[in-house]
């Protein structure tokens, strides 16, 4: 397997950053894409072992193209998450003063991180959205926009400068990372772990989503995210994105998947994998009567019934 990880580019991005927190991707090839899907077809032709993109933020929520991806097409798995506090730096050619700024540019998922600043400070500049803040700044080196939002660090990297620097709507905006290679075994539970998948309803009916909802309700799972995707087979079409805490490998968490297989038209499994918000120490204690133990217990319990033994 060849040992790269894919990440959403080019050189500069928040999303390298990030990448570069994770101690394993000091031994691997960090290769630049050019947008989240070209990263993640790399991984489904077996060009890279990994990819590294964006998945949500505190902000907005779900970054749906990468959602998307995770939902069609050949069946990806995450492994890792990291989260990255985001502000952004608008980054120009040097000498641009900010009267000067007619166009600003940045990935999309920027835009309502740095929309009150914009009003209050640049209320006409025109915004073109780029592939990453990183080919924002590019884009700008290159002449094609006045300003970008980006990092301070990809200043350097393209040759501009900083105007500002510390900008950010929301305070203490985070965007959530996650690497995503090809289905294999999840990585053994951590005690603080999060499980990913995608829930497509059989059928249209009142309460239907709130079945789903039951699966993970009765078995004490609570959940962390939950995002519907159009799936597009028309209007009212939508598929559910869920992150529920604890691992696969949990008995509460199985049994939840178990039936939801059962109810669903589809489940896709997305991985269980240590979640990067609170460490062991943090985790809450299974509700009452959903731990491990006490699944096991009541299964042996129905096994003695069965064989009349109770
Ligand atoms: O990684 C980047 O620089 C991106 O373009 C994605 C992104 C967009 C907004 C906030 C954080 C990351």
């Known amino acids: 397997m060849p040992a790269s990880y894919a990440y ?54 779900g970054i749906t193209t990468t959602l998307d991806e995770l939902v069609a097409g050949a069946p990806l798995m995450i492994y890792r998450e990291v989260l990255l506090s985001i502000t952004f730096a608008l980054l120009v050619r040097p000498g641009t003063r900010l009267s000067d700024i007619k166009t600003v540019s940045a990935h999309p998922a920027a ?69 995503v290679g090809r289905p294999a075994r999840p990585a053994a539970p951590t005690g603080a772990d999060k499980t990913s998948v995608v829930l497509w309803q059989r059928d249209d009916h009142p309460g239907g989503l709130r079945d789903l909802l039951g699966e993970f309700a009765t078995r004490g799972v609570n959940l962390m995210l939950l995002q519907s995707r159009p799936t597009g087979a028309g209007i009212g079409n939508y598929c559910f994105c869920i992150d529920a805490e604890g691992h696969i490998s949990d008995r509460r968490v199985a049994e939840t998947l178990m039936g939801l297989k059962r109810i669903c038209l589809e489940v896709r499994f997305l991985g269980s994998y240590p979640r990067a918000d609170i460490g062991v120490q943090d985790v809450r204690s299974p509700r009452q009567g959903t731990s491990d133990e006490e699944f096991v217990a009541a299964s042996h319990w129905v096994a003695r019934c069965q064989d009349g033994r109770f």
């Open 8 to 61: 959403l580019g080019p050189e500069g991005t928040f999303t390298e950053v990030a990448l570069r927190t994770l101690p394993e991707a000091a031994t691997r090839e960090l290769i630049p894409y050019v947008s989240v899907q070209s990263a993640l077809d790399a991984v489904r032709a077996g060009e890279a072992e990994a990819a590294f993109v964006p998945i949500e933020n505190s902000v907005e929520g």
């Open 111 to 179: 835009q309502p991180q740095v929309r009150n600043w914009l009003k209050n400070n640049l209320p006409d500049a025109h915004w073109e959205s780029a592939a990453s803040n990183a080919d924002a700044a590019r884009l700008v080196q290159e002449g094609q926009y006045d300003a970008a939002f980006a990092g301070e660090f990809a200043a350097a990297r393209y040759g501009l400068q900083a105007l500002e620097t510390g900008i950010h709507d929301a305070e203490n905006a985070q965007t959530r990372f996650v690497l």
